[in-house]
């Protein structure tokens, strides 16, 4: 089915088995004090190697240790640290996959105190801090240093390194009319600029040979002010390639830019391809295009119409490490989704932490997971709640070997992610539930609707274990005035279910994740929206990326939010509150819906004194939080028994 996406294909010299690449992502992990691989980081790879990737990246290779990006990300400008290279490469190679590193220097992007860059400019976002202009003889340094770790990968056995000349990192840097203010041969015109570039690619060849591949991924837009454009990609492309460039790998977005390198679920699938389309219009070597292109079909199809030769996943290799041979066997509806939240990811590598994945736990714990076993005994395990959490641990339970059974007192699965997911532009939160329930009907797992859990099911099932995923449910606060008033007051439950309608002009009380929500579901059917925050920030439990696009959506919308409200009183037709200091008074309202805290629901527990069985809380039934605990607390308590 997937004929054009499972073609061989000859890059430099080297072949790849297919045209899927993993990207290189700064996971974050997997390094010891001298950012040495560790078995961890190792492990990551070779779980995806065994799921049939043709070609790979490690992620984040410094080549300076001025110019690390994260403080967890492997050092390639050490001679120490080949061996344990070395160790990582005889895993992966067993599985016929082309491993490479990508090279960089984060420049004014680095997370370091001193940070060096072209000219004394700071980054438009993220990272804070100031810049020290490099001098000629520090960027000649870093030429060099370059070349150093390319040859350091091609005796750890490396297949290939690549530039990294996109997002606003070094090389990007130098290219970038924003970021490039010299006035020296590194600075000015278009060949001033990209010298910096073209010398690295010279070191590397001199020091590796011209046999070893070398790729660049390289912005075709900023995206950005005075950026970097798709006409300076397209006069620079020829040029990389008679410099003996083996590949282009098309990207898009710095730090601050108006559409990001790693856009959320609000963002059109496959937004960065028109660039290497054109691109490849002006080259003969094989292009990579990028950019949320999560599902197989739509790869095949990239390749298909001509637009890319090759296609890049980052996220979604994370979400399955099979992806690859479940995509190559046609088995789509097993490859587990990444939903585009960006919140185990890029959130959390930001916020200097280690990366991993809401939808698969395992990522980080391929080391630890591999010689899990199965247990000894199978037990009868009754789960409450057919939401995520629910879900994802009956499909683990019945993987481990044991005998499920769920009960589900709504007519559907889902729970609030299924609410969730009709918010204009989270329809991919379906996605993840859509891969649970075919996974539990592969699974032979029984699923009991319009069944809540009681005394009478557990004798009749007998179960070892209790599972309650019951969820949670909005908490409704004491504010003067609220329980008075003759607007309509109700929940963002009841409206995300429809189970009430909201009027024309409506109070959301809440700025969190589901306030801006359920504000943006309201605003998208023309209802005049004003949204009441009682903390300092909006919805924090979002990553940043995806908050970008939504409060980008609620700025199209109109929706007027207000944050360190004081809520005085709520009146007949509105609220009297104070926001930052001013008194305002709202009026013409007739709606107030309530988004703010929500409860445990865990009335159920009771019915442990009355049984042998065990009783167990995940998910909002412990504690209301974001999906990413859901799934892993599942998969932890399976584990666990």
């Not at 990001?260 to 679920?265: A, E, Q, W």
């Not at 070597?285 to 739509?298: A, D, L, N, S």
């Not at 030769?309 to 587990?336: C, H, N, T």
């Amino acid at each position: 089915m997937l004929s054009n996406l499972f073609n061989p294909i000859r890059i430099g010299n080297m072949i790849s088995k297919n045209r899927l690449l993993m990207s290189a992502m700064s996971i974050n992990f997997g390094v010891d004090e001298n950012c040495c691989v560790t078995d961890q980081l190792v492990e990551y790879f070779v779980e995806r190697a065994k799921g049939g990737v043709g070609m790979m990246l490690v992620g984040g290779g410094s080549v300076h240790p001025g110019g690390q990006e994260l403080p967890d990300l492997p050092q390639m400008y050490n001679d120490e640290c080949i061996p344990a290279l070395k160790n990582m490469v005889r895993r992966v190679k067993v599985y016929n996959t082309l491993f490479g590193v990508q090279l960089m220097h984060g420049g004014r992007q680095s997370y370091l105190p001193n940070k060096v860059a072209p000219s004394a400019i700071p980054a438009p976002a993220v990272v804070k801090g100031e810049v020290r202009a490099l001098e000629i003889e520090e960027i000649k340094e870093l030429v060099s240093c370059f070349g150093d770790s390319a040859g350091r990968c091609r005796k750890a056995g490396f297949d290939f390194v690549e530039l990294h000349g996109a997002h606003g990192y070094l090389i990007n840097q130098f290219l970038a009319p924003n970021a490039n203010i010299r006035t020296d041969e590194y600075g000015g015109s278009f060949e001033n600029r990209s010298r910096f570039l073209f010398e690295i690619i010279e070191n590397i060849q001199a020091k590796t040979g011209k046999d070893f591949p070398i790729g660049i991924r390289i912005n075709g837009n900023d995206y950005i002010e005075n950026g970097w454009e798709l006409k300076d990609t397209v006069r620079l492309a020829p040029l990389l390639e008679k410099a003996g460039i083996a590949y282009l790998h098309v990207s898009g977005g710095v730090y601050g830019s108006t559409e990001l390198t790693i856009p959320s679920m609000y963002t059109p699938h496959g937004c960065f391809v028109h660039l290497a389309k054109e691109v490849k219009k002006h080259v003969r070597i094989p292009v990579i295009t990028v950019g949320r292109i999560k599902y197989p079909e739509h790869a095949e199809e990239i390749i298909r119409e001509g637009k890319a030769d090759m296609v890049a996943f980052g996220r979604s290799f994370l979400a399955d490490p099979y992806y690859s041979e479940k995509a190559r066997k046609g088995e789509f509806d097993k490859i587990r989704p990444c939903i585009g939240c960006c919140l185990g990811c890029i959130h959390a590598v930001l916020a200097k932490e280690p990366g991993s994945c809401v939808v698969n736990p395992g990522v980080g714990r391929e080391y630890k997971l591999k010689d899990q076993k199965q247990p000894s005994q199978s037990q009868t395990i009754l789960i409450a709640g057919a939401g995520p959490a629910g879900l994802a641990a009956a499909r683990q339970f019945i993987l481990q070997g044991h005998r499920v059974r769920v009960c589900e007192k709504k007519d559907a699965p889902g729970g609030l992610l299924s609410l969730a997911a009709k918010a204009p532009g989270r329809s991919e939160l379906n996605d993840i539930l859509n891969f649970f329930r075919k996974e539990l009907d592969s699974l032979g797992v029984e699923i009991r609707y319009n069944t809540g859990l009681s005394l009478d099911l557990i004798h009749e099932i007998q179960p070892d274990h209790v599972i309650l995923a019951t969820g949670s449910m909005p908490d409704m606060p004491v504010i003067k005035g609220l329980f008075q008033t003759k607007m309509n007051l109700v929940t963002n439950v009841d409206v995300m279910s429809e189970k009430e309608k909201a009027g024309k002009a409506v109070i959301v009380l809440g700025g969190g994740m589901t306030g801006l929500i359920t504000a943006d579901f309201l605003a998208d059917q023309g209802k005049k929206v004003v949204v009441l925050n009682r903390k300092k920030s909006f919805a924090e439990e979002m990553s940043s990326n995806d908050r970008y696009y939504l409060r980008e959506r609620l700025k199209k919308e109109k929706v007027i939010l207000y944050k360190n409200v004081s809520v005085r009183q709520f009146t007949d037709d509105g609220a009297v509150f104070k926001a930052n200091g001013e008194e305002i008074t709202l009026t013409g309202f007739d709606t107030v819906v309530i988004s703010e805290k929500q409860s445990p629901i865990r009335d159920a527990k009771d019915l442990e004194k009355k049984t042998r069985a065990k009783f167990h809380l995940i998910g909002d039934a412990k504690s209301p939080r974001h999906l990413m605990y859901c799934i892993s607390e599942a998969e932890e308590i399976a584990g666990s028994i």
